[in-house]
T-cell receptor, first 112, second 109 residues
């Protein structure tokens, strides 16, 4: 069966520091991968998606970036965090693009 | 792009009663409509989904109905139980999956 791993679970970072969140999927090949952000009490905002290695599409212009160095690995990065980057970050995967997304356990990021 | 509106934002029901959440979407080309349940501090989990060629789908106590003409779809939970308390999100796809803002459901014992 397929599993998705996301880490770390929680992260407290100072403003201006870098960020790296990692997500890996097991048990499948060539998954569609997604990064979402969820602000407190809000819905899910799509940040990036990838349909293959090295292919990244950005939804929201901001100081975040994403990379897919391997088929089942998806990384969310920032060179300098802002206060507004705080939130709950969720990685997800699917077989068919934009259908039946399965989410990772999330990373609660607090930027202070 | 797709715009999904979800109502109500909060819903309190007595255990055993039914709960209904409604969503509207803007893009008539959308053809896939999932519903996710998210418990506090947990990941969203897919509970049911429907495609545009189907008007209704049921899975035990939950059901989803779709009205393509009116561009709205609804989640129905019957015989609610305390474990149904959570935030529920609807979504619709165009080139991406767009989510509603969520409905916090509280089931009172």
């Amino acid at each position: 069966s397929q599993t998705i791993h996301q880490w770390p679970a929680t992260l407290v970072q100072p403003v201006g520091s870098p960020l790296s969140l990692e997500c890996t999927v097991e048990g499948t090949s060539n998954p569609n991968l997604y990064w979402y952000r969820q602000a407190a009490g809000r819905g899910l905002q799509l940040l990036f998606y990838s349909v293959g290695i090295g292919q990244i599409s950005s939804e929201v212009p901001q100081n975040l970036s994403a990379s897919r160095p391997q088929d089942r690995q998806f990384i969310l990065s920032s060179k300098k965090l802002l206060l507004s980057d705080s939130g709950f970050y969720l990685c997800a995967w699917s077989h068919r693009f934009n259908e039946k997304l399965f989410f990772g356990s999330g990373t609660q990021l607090s930027v202070l | 792009g797709e715009n999904v509106e979800q109502h109500p934002s909060t819903l309190s029901v007595q255990e055993g009663d039914s709960a209904v959440i409604k969503c509207t979407y803007s893009d008539s080309a959308s053809n896939y409509f999932p519903w996710y349940k998210q418990e506090l501090g947990k990941r969203p989990q897919l509970i049911i989904d429907i495609r545009s060629n189907v008007g209704e789908k049921k899975d035990q106590r939950i059901a989803v109905t779709l009205n393509k003409t009116a561009k709205h779809f609804s989640l129905h939970i019957t015989e609610t139980q305390p474990e149904d308390s959570a935030v529920y999100f609807c979504a619709a796809n165009d080139y991406k999956l767009s989510f509603g803002a969520g409905t916090t459901v509280t089931v009172r014992a």
